[in-house]
């Protein structure tokens, strides 16, 4: 149009950005979204071998938004991996901290305690047992 200048790239990108779009993200912000029944096993699972967790350490395993810890002695220790905060499901582990995406709670593997903000409470803890060499979590009894 005569005497209109040119639309620019950072104008359209900076109005792509600031375009919500349906669906993404929302879930991820609901306060809904963190029930205890979504986030811990209905029945017990089998997480694989017993072998897969050091001792001092943790595995996440996404699939079952399940981390499990192991203690120096041994000891095996079991959480929900959805974060208290807003329910979004953990995918990150950096040695023994959980690490969530949405917002940045952080979390202890091993106890489920919030090592940082803004989640204030806990991970769910979950039931876990050795059983022949395997690692079986689910809902707390």
């Given at each position: 149009?005569?005497?209109r200048p040119p639309t620019s790239r950072r104008t359209v990108l900076g109005a792509a950005a600031l375009t919500p779009v349906a669906g993404l993200g929302l879930a991820a912000c609901s306060t809904g979204g963190g029930s205890d029944a979504a986030a811990t096993?209905?029945?017990?699972?089998?997480?694989?071998?017993?072998?897969?967790?050091?001792?001092?350490?943790?595995?996440?395993?996404?699939?079952?938004?399940?981390?499990?810890?192991?203690?120096?002695?041994?000891?095996?220790?079991?959480?929900?991996?959805?974060?208290?905060?807003?329910?979004?499901?953990?995918?990150?582990?950096?040695?023994?901290?959980l690490i969530c995406p949405c917002h940045g709670s952080e979390f202890d593997a091993r106890?489920?305690?919030?090592?940082?903000?803004?989640?204030?409470?806990?991970?769910?803890?979950?039931?876990?047992?050795?059983?022949?060499g395997r690692i079986v979590a689910g809902p707390r009894k």
């Open positions: 149009m005569p005497g096993p209905t029945a017990p699972v089998d997480l694989g071998p017993e072998s897969a967790v050091a001792k001092g350490g943790a595995k996440l395993y996404r699939d079952e938004n399940v981390v499990v810890g192991r203690a120096a002695d041994g000891s095996l220790t079991a959480h929900s991996s959805i974060c208290t905060h807003a329910g979004c499901a953990i995918n990150k582990l950096e040695g023994t901290t106890t489920g305690k919030v090592l940082r903000a803004p989640a204030t409470e806990p991970l769910t803890e979950l039931s876990v047992q050795a059983k022949n």
